[in-house]
């Protein structure tokens, strides 16, 4: 992000500035803020603020290469209305559609894992009101299809009760869920953790 996206969407919008959040960044991390440059490393945002301060911008970027599972930052900007460019990774698992095919579904931005031209997609969704819009309303239409709480809560709790009951078990799609998840990069990245973990030392 700090060497390759961020340089080339800083020379299109010469006055936009990306502000990054996250949780306890070590003195590395802070030492990249670069207010002449628009670089800004903000830290946590206050949980209680979350929706507000996330409103506040236009364009998320998450330029993912590893991870696993539905992407809170992800959603959460979706929620407030701001689309999102991320990679195949920060997009794996987040639109499963109703036969659990993943990317599937129309993405609330777009999907880019070539810097260039995720810097691209970054800028078109900055300037471009049309495509702005069209984005902003898919990643409303994913959050209200896929992570609505009441619609969700209701279908976890049938699950739960049809278990209880012996009823909608299943084992091919046991092994059909299993199969899919080792499909995903977070398999990969987690068992390389594993053998780095277990690699004795030198």
Known sequence: MHNTIWPEIRK???TAQLHIYGVNPDSKMMSLTDSDSGFIIKGPIKHEQLYE?????????????FGAGIKGKIADNWWVGNPSVSTFVGAEGMTLDNNGEDYALEW????????????????????????WERAQMIGYKIMA????????GADLIRHLNDL???????????IRE???????????????????KLKPNP
Do not use: C, T, W
Not at 145 to 152: A, I, R, S, V
Not at 166 to 171: I, K, T, V
Not at 178 to 196: E, P
């Open 178 to 196: 299993i199969l899919r998840y080792n499909g995903y990069k977070s398999s990969q990245f987690m068992s390389k953790y594993i053998q780095l």
């Open 108 to 131: 609330g931005g777009f999907i880019e894992n070539e810097p260039l031209n995720f810097s691209d997609k970054a800028v078109l969704l900055y300037l471009d009101k049309n495509v």
């Open 53 to 65: 301060k996330l409103s506040q911008y236009r364009v998320h970027l998450a330029p993912l290469r």
């Open 145 to 152: 299809n896929l992570f609505d709480y009441y619609k969700n």
């Open 12 to 14: 299109r919008i010469p």
């Open 164 to 174: 209880n009951n012996g009823n909608d078990f299943d084992e091919r799609n046991i």
